[in-house]
């Protein structure tokens, strides 16, 4: 239920705070948590027990979270106060301070023109960098130490402002504005548009955005067709969230998200792009992107991906691609080790998407996706490329969806050494992805399927521990460089080489290492034979 509050203010208790703070009630309607008429406990006392605890322990989390904060946050504040300012602690600061996961990113908003926060902010920080001042926003850093601990704080100190896109403009408009409700009113989500003014520590929440946090949903300050027309990035924000969050979205939300969905495509390539990685990146990336998929934003982001709900052929031989696609996304995840991979889980995305352009239905009732890999590879290179990614990132994302099936060839292990280095050599540097990539590719409910296959590809990685132990199997290349081979055939630099240098590198692919002496034998017999 949507609460009425206009504006519910408490004092989390200044210096010295205590752990369990005293909430003063604010001038607020009825309406919030649980039923109509209901007010919250945080707002009027002798509420039910129940949210009295649940909301309680939100606000304990909270008083934490800020008491880590403090040293940095509230001696900001106090320079901002003396030149005539307010500042205040806001957006997803706040929401992730009541979560309490408020880690060194800190968001500030302030009715301080940006020249004027330069003025207070440079003698005060470590550094400061002007790349969004045209947004109104002044980054810094700053290094305290809270708790006997040394950190550095990332911090963005932004003036109140208001801004919307014009329908023909890939760029918003900013105007800046002169109060922190109005700053407000213009937030993405009522869960990031709650403040704490500081150094005071006051609560302002005007759009019942602690509720909402309850409640686990994302819903809009206004209406989400104002909220999305003045920036219809927000409609990709709302999946993001939905994933890093777990927040369910509310319903008129998802129903104006699937109604404006084209208007994404005036957003530029690289914030969609941005806001992409930021999902997939996320804790719960499948909920996010069933959200774009089914809203249809994805048709115009990633058109590949809704594109993977096949329609099932009449003897339901073949599984629902776009269902297997998140479940390998999944379970990739399960095999990180060192934290979120952002190759890794766009591979796992990706990696089946030529199945839709190269599906054939063979006369045997057989569905068939006869080299998606090879065409799956291209489509991620052209996908990725539109989007602005690195060229390294696409070249290593579409490297491993083009690798995918390699090991498939492999069956009981047959494939002898050669085969082994081939696939080392050809996987580089992203070998132990492809290891993590093809792992998960296993989807099959058939549990003596995923066992044989699991065990097989347990005894690939064997043969290949066992050949990197006799052979340098991380750096293949030739028994001969590229100046032993000018020297010993008596040339200068030229395609000749080249071609040597290609045709020792297979005797070494083919043969494992050789000894100086056969390399020298091999390479004038073959240059013996080039006429």
């Not at 068939?368 to 799956?376: A, D, I, L, Q, Y």
């Amino acid at each position: 239920m949507r609460s009425d509050v206009l504006i519910r203010p408490y004092e989390l208790q200044s210096p010295g705070l205590n752990p369990y703070p005293r909430v003063r009630p604010a001038v607020a309607k009825q309406g919030g948590l649980g039923s109509p008429g209901h007010v919250p406990s945080f707002v009027v006392p002798n509420a039910n027990e129940d949210n009295l605890s649940a909301l309680s322990q939100v606000q304990h989390r909270a008083v934490s979270e800020l008491l880590r904060v403090a040293p940095v946050a509230d001696d900001l504040a106090r320079r901002f106060q003396e030149a005539g300012f307010s500042l205040a602690l806001v957006g997803g600061s706040v929401r992730d301070a009541l979560l309490g996961r408020l880690g060194n990113d800190l968001d500030f908003t302030t009715d301080a023109r940006p020249e004027d926060v330069l003025k207070i902010v440079r003698p005060w920080a470590d550094s400061v960098w002007e790349v969004g001042i045209a947004f109104g926003t002044v980054g810094l850093q700053k290094e305290a130490r809270v708790e006997g601990v040394d950190r550095c704080f990332q911090i963005e100190v932004t003036t109140y402002r208001s801004e919307a896109y014009d329908r023909t403009s890939r760029k918003p408009e900013v105007s800046y504005g002169d109060s922190i409700e109005q700053d407000l009113v213009r937030r993405d989500f009522t869960v990031n548009a709650m403040a704490v003014a500081l150094p005071e520590k006051t609560f302002i929440d005007p759009h019942g955005g602690l509720g909402d946090l309850a409640e686990r949903v994302l819903r809009t300050p206004g209406t989400p067709e104002e909220s999305f027309s003045d920036d219809p990035l927000r409609m990709m924000r709302a999946a993001r969230f939905a994933a890093q969050l777990d927040f369910e979205v509310a319903a008129d939300v998802v129903t104006a998200m699937t109604e404006m969905a084209g208007r994404i495509e005036i957003v530029s390539a690289e914030r969609v792009r941005d806001e992409l990685n930021k999902l997939i990146l996320s804790a719960h990336p499948r909920k996010g992107l069933a959200l774009l998929a089914d809203t249809g934003i994805a048709g115009h982001v990633l058109p590949e991906l809704p594109a993977l709900r096949l329609e099932s052929d009449e003897h339901h031989r073949h599984k629902d691609v776009y269902e297997h696609t998140l479940i390998v996304l999944e379970q990739a995840i399960d095999l990180e080790e060192d934290g979120p991979d952002l190759v890794l889980r766009l591979a796992a995305l990706l990696h089946d998407i030529g199945k839709p352009r190269t599906r054939r239905f063979e006369k045997d009732g057989r569905v068939s996706f006869h080299h998606h890999e090879v065409v799956g590879a291209k489509m991620t290179k052209k996908r990725m490329t539109a989007l602005k990614y690195s060229n390294e990132l696409v070249k290593d994302v579409s490297r491993l969806v083009e690798l995918h099936l390699r090991f498939h060839g492999y069956g009981m292990g047959e494939w002898t050494d050669s085969a082994v280095r081939r696939y080392v050599r050809d996987a580089g540097p992203l070998l132990e992805r492809l290891h993590k990539l093809t792992r998960s590719d296993c989807t099959t409910r058939n549990k003596r399927k995923a066992a044989s296959l699991s065990r097989a590809y347990d005894g690939l990685e064997e043969r290949i521990a066992q050949l990197k132990e006799k052979e340098q199997l991380d750096a293949i290349r030739p028994d001969l460089d590229g100046n032993q081979i000018m020297e010993i055939l008596g040339i200068g630099p030229g395609p000749a080489i080249g071609n040597a240098y290609k045709h020792l590198l297979e005797l070494r692919l083919e043969h494992g290492p050789m000894e100086h002496d056969a390399a020298v034998t091999a390479l004038k017999q073959w240059w013996s034979e080039q006429g």
